[in-house]
């Protein structure tokens, strides 16, 4: 797997180096860009050997120091991914595939302790799916892949949020859905309560481009 960066100011790819060969990992990284997380994946291509590594890159201008992460708790790929600047910087995994079954498992990394530790279960076991977060506290799970009770895989559209602020908080599946089903779904916060949801995939690449906002009541 080649790490790439993009640079803005000659609007070309520069090759970083490359990582280990796995299908599925994610890829974390600070708002800074100088800190990269190379985190999961599977040794082959249906996930049923998943791994729990976690590799940082410290990335400079002129070399790339590699940083000894813990491992995470659960060895999955193709999940939910995102790094949380926050008051401490946490990157937060959620669902994906564990040996091969999907999961609802998550957990959340603490980039200064070098520390892993659980969250609470998601409400529908899912990989490929998108999380968001709103305002240091909404962590929003957009879409997935899924698998009904007589085991068949679905695409959802479902929309799952979780309450970080709030001690013993569960994720909370709500009532309003993705207007279409399809997994690896982009998703951006660009307002305070807004969240651009775009593109994604449903046996086809989706192009479709629409907004997320929160009722400040509920």
Same mark, same amino acid.
């Given at each position: 797997?080649?790490?790439?960066?993009?640079?803005?100011?000659?609007?070309?790819?520069?090759?970083? =180096?490359?990582?280990?060969?796995?299908?599925?990992?994610?890829?974390?990284?600070?708002?800074?860009?100088?800190?990269?997380?190379?985190?999961?994946?599977?040794?082959?291509?249906?996930?049923?050997?998943?791994?729990?590594?976690?590799?940082?890159?410290?990335?400079?201008?002129?070399?790339?120091?590699?940083?000894?992460?813990?491992?995470?708790?659960?060895?999955?790929?193709? +999940?939910?991914?995102?790094?949380?600047?926050?008051?401490?910087?946490?990157?937060?995994?959620?669902?994906?595939?564990?040996?091969?079954?999907?999961?609802?498992?998550?957990?959340?990394?603490?980039? *200064?302790? *070098?520390?892993?530790?659980?969250?609470?279960?998601? *409400?529908?076991?899912? &990989?490929?799916?998108?999380?968001?977060? =709103?305002?240091?506290?909404?962590?929003?799970?957009?879409?997935?892949?899924?698998?009904?009770?007589?085991?068949?895989?679905?695409?959802?559209?479902?929309?799952?949020?979780?309450?970080?602020?709030?001690?013993? &908080?569960?994720?909370?599946?709500?009532?309003?859905?993705?207007?279409?089903?399809?997994?690896?779904?982009?998703?951006?916060?660009?307002?305070?309560?807004?969240?651009?949801? +775009?593109?994604?995939?449903?046996?086809?690449?989706?192009?479709?481009? +629409?907004? +997320?906002?929160?009722?400040?009541?509920?």
């Amino acid at each position: 797997m080649k790490l790439l960066q993009y640079m803005d100011n000659i609007q070309q790819w520069k090759h970083i =180096m490359n990582v280990s060969e796995l299908y599925m990992a994610k890829i974390a990284f600070n708002p800074e860009g100088n800190r990269v997380f190379v985190i999961g994946g599977a040794k082959d291509s249906k996930s049923k050997q998943t791994v729990a590594n976690c590799n940082g890159y410290h990335v400079t201008a002129d070399r790339i120091t590699e940083e000894h992460m813990s491992p995470m708790i659960n060895p999955r790929a193709s +999940f939910g991914c995102i790094y949380c600047p926050r008051a401490c910087a946490e990157i937060i995994v959620a669902g994906g595939y564990i040996n091969g079954k999907l999961s609802n498992k998550c957990e959340k990394f603490d980039v *200064n302790t *070098n520390r892993w530790s659980p969250l609470p279960d998601m *409400n529908e076991a899912k &990989a490929s799916s998108s999380l968001c977060m =709103m305002n240091d506290r909404w962590l929003y799970c957009f879409g997935g892949l899924s698998r009904n009770a007589q085991g068949q895989a679905f695409l959802t559209n479902s929309i799952e949020c979780l309450d970080l602020q709030t001690q013993g &908080a569960q994720w909370e599946k709500l009532p309003l859905n993705l207007p279409t089903s399809g997994c690896d779904i982009g998703c951006l916060h660009i307002q305070k309560d807004m969240i651009l949801v +775009f593109g994604g995939w449903n046996k086809n690449a989706q192009n479709g481009v +629409f907004l +997320f906002q929160r009722n400040n009541a509920s």
